[in-house]
């Protein structure tokens, strides 16, 4: 099964109405983004400086300038927005973030203070959340998976980024 079907069927299809995804489209804002995807994801890869694994251009193809929110009571992740070339530029822009974290590249957000990056170094390897402000420090970064394929399919990997996301540590439980 492919991952974003895989995404699909962890979100229920996304039937209820406190959980959707989107993918950056909007009539009046990007009209033609679906066209530009690609043109997108190739600006991201000449512009990072590691190298994007796989399943992160397979979700960006499908939600990129977009995200996946999920407001319901049990909820699968925490809300994951998947920045494109001008939000990662932003960002480096505003906090210097390529100086800061040469094998990293910055992802998304939680549509708050969270942020989420790809980091690729022999001490760091798989996606890490930080809070937008504390990115930079290795002790306030909190990995929750090695891939994006592990995020979405291994159940344990989502109850510890909840718990991490919800608490900051692991209580053992959901904490539900």
Not at 73 to 85: G, L, Q
Not at 98 to 124: R, T, V
């Amino acid at each position: 099964m492919d991952l974003i079907k895989q995404i699909y069927l962890l979100f229920d299809n996304f039937k209820d109405e406190k959980c959707f995804a989107h993918n950056g489209y909007h009539p009046d804002w990007r009209p033609n983004w679906n066209e530009k995807i690609e043109d997108e994801l190739k600006l991201i890869q000449e512009h990072s400086p590691i190298p994007l694994p796989d399943d992160y251009c397979e979700i960006f193809r499908a939600f990129g300038g977009g995200g996946i929110e999920d407001g319901r009571p049990n909820w699968a992740i925490p809300d994951m927005s998947f920045w494109a070339w001008a939000g990662i530029k932003d960002f480096n822009d505003c906090f210097d973030f390529f100086k800061k974290c040469p094998n990293a590249l910055p992802i998304g957000d939680d549509i708050g203070d969270m942020m989420y990056m790809l980091i690729q170094s022999e001490e760091e390897n798989g996606i890490y959340m930080s809070e937008k402000s504390l990115f930079w420090h290795k002790e306030y970064r909190t990995k929750i998976a090695s891939s994006f394929t592990e995020l979405f399919t291994d159940a344990e990997v989502q109850r510890k980024f909840r718990n991490y996301f919800n608490y900051g540590y692991d209580k053992g439980t959901d904490g539900r």
